[in-house]
Nanobody, 121 residues
Framework: QVQLVESGGGLVQPGGSLRLSCVASGSIFSINAMGWYRQAPGKQRELVARIISGGSTNYADSVKGRFTISRDNAKNTVYLQMNSLKPEDTAVYYC???????????????WGQGTQVTVSS
């Protein structure tokens, strides 16, 4: 019923920038929060950044000052602007959303399929 589709990943040199996008579609009544997580090989998935409906944001310490999360509520889209990328930012980046669906009670959580970000020279 709900799909999250990410785009914008790729290969970039250290110090470069990428912008990830995630569009939520389907039987969505409202979205409470959207966020980005990442998982590097051999590591657990971790929160990168999250933004709630009122606009408040939180970031992992490792990306503060380099990454910016933003949201277009009218388009059900969340963005992650990543600057000053480092090799340790290499991971699969996943979009996540807490939302209300038409015809259901309570908040549901959804994940996108992930997009690869590789930072290498």
């Amino acid at each position: 019923q709900v799909q999250l589709v990410e785009s914008g990943g790729g290969l970039v040199q250290p110090g470069g920038s990428l912008r990830l996008s995630c569009v939520a579609s389907g039987s969505i009544f409202s979205i409470n929060a959207m966020g980005w997580y990442r998982q590097a090989p051999g590591k657990q998935r971790e929160l990168v950044a999250r933004i709630i409906s009122g606009g408040s944001t939180n970031y992992a310490d490792s990306v503060k000052g380099r990454f910016t999360i933003s949201r277009d509520n009218a388009k059900n889209t969340v963005y992650l602007q990543m600057n000053s990328l480092k090799p340790e930012d290499t991971a699969v980046y996943y979009c996540n959303a807490d939302l209300h669906c038409y015809g259901t009670v309570g908040v549901s959580n959804y994940w996108g399929q992930g997009t690869q970000v590789t930072v290498s020279s």
